[in-house]
């Protein structure tokens, strides 16, 4: 997301300086970045990385700090102080925390007139014993998560012993919901909608992490992120998962606010950066192709794909999916790709966790009692 970020405010005409903790980052590869600068991670290092980010907005005379993913956590705790010499263009810590709770953000949603899911807070062993009977209708996941990690999908009780809900480390279980999953992009100002993309994804890394993203159009869907949008005044990028019912109702699961693969679906740099940046008409998505990044269909469609005996299925969207890391005139990142991956695959070898978890592992925001 910061890649194609990058390449959107470069060629509207804007200088664009890329920070982050990896020492090879894709995006820091492309053109569209004029400086590449390697901060300390904020999940383990809060106080140098907000010291490290404020002397690289001096010393490069930024005026807006865009994050793109978990890090948005980090600088707005950074921002509290109402000292930092730039604009970030992100909520405040407070309303950030509210929707990526993953149960206050139905009770927000809730607050604001939608249909929501059934979603109960778990706390300790006698608010999981409460459910039990009913697990089979139910999913679990931890109230602060990210690619669908640790998530158990309609358990049988007995696989509920092997969490331990907490205050520290506090669970939802959210009624299942039947039918077609939603994801959501969209750029907001001040509680007014810039940008949207629903889409959906047609193969995952695991359960997780969408690789091949099909654009769709639902009317509902667009309704519920404009009442959220402007009941929480909004501004900054804001991402969710609905579920479209077989009764066309939509549903809000959980919200991430930040950037996600939608982004991807905007491709025209001077609309993008004025209804983002100077509160230009909303944009509406202009690329009409499925999007993909070819090294993780291989990685994880195609033994998917195998498995399930989908290969004829798998060789289509692989001749369909546009590569979205192409870009006219920048073609280092797609070969970046390689020492990227090599660098989160010995993060994951050393810490013994996935590729996904190594991916974000410095940036990851687990509610206050993290940061």
Not at 121 to 132: E, F
């Amino acid at each position: 997301m910061a890649l194609h970020l990058a390449r959107l405010l470069h060629g509207a005409g804007h200088r664009v300086i890329l920070a982050d903790t990896p020492a090879r980052p894709i995006a820091a590869s492309s053109k569209a970045c004029a400086r590449y600068h390697r901060l300390p991670p904020p999940r383990f290092e809060p106080q140098a990385y907000a010291e490290a980010v404020e002397a690289l907005i001096r010393a490069e005379g930024i005026g807006l700090v865009i994050p793109t993913c978990e890090e948005v956590f980090h600088l707005a705790l950074a921002w509290r102080g109402g000292t930092m010499p730039a604009k970030v263009f992100a909520p405040d810590i407070a309303l950030l925390a509210q929707v990526h709770n993953k149960h206050s953000f139905i009770r927000l949603a809730e607050q604001l007139g939608l249909a929501v899911p059934e979603t109960t807070l778990l706390n300790s062993r006698d608010d999981l014993k409460a459910v039990r009977g009913r697990s089979r209708d139910l999913v679990f996941k931890p109230v602060w998560s990210r690619f669908a990690s640790d998530v158990l999908l309609r358990p049988p009780p007995e696989a509920l012993d092997a969490i331990a809900p907490s205050p520290a480390v506090p669970w939802v279980a959210q009624r299942f919901v039947e039918g077609e999953e939603i994801s959501v992009y969209a750029v907001a100002r001040e509680g007014r909608l810039k940008a949207l993309a629903l889409y959906r994804s047609l193969y995952r890394a695991g359960k997780g992490a969408g690789i091949f993203f099909e654009r769709i159009e639902e009317d509902a869907a667009r309704e519920l992120i404009q009442r959220i949008v402007a009941g929480t005044s909004w501004t900054g990028q804001i991402s969710f998962d609905l579920m479209r019912e077989p009764n066309g109702r939509v549903l809000p699961l959980e919200c991430n606010p930040r950037a996600v693969s939608g982004l991807h679906f905007f491709r025209d740099p001077a609309r993008f950066a004025d209804a983002m940046l100077n509160d230009g008409p909303e944009i509406r998505p202009d690329v009409a192709a499925p999007q993909t990044v070819r090294l993780a269909m291989w990685i994880y469609g195609l033994p998917g794909a195998l498995r399930s005996g989908g290969f004829g299925r798998f060789r289509k969207a692989m001749q369909a999916g546009q590569e979205l890391l192409a870009w006219p005139g920048d073609s280092a990142p797609v070969k970046a790709q390689w020492p990227a991956l090599a660098e989160v695959a010995r993060v994951a070898l050393r810490e013994h966790i996935s590729l996904q978890a190594a991916s974000t592992r410095d940036i990851e925001w687990n509610g206050p009692a993290s940061g």
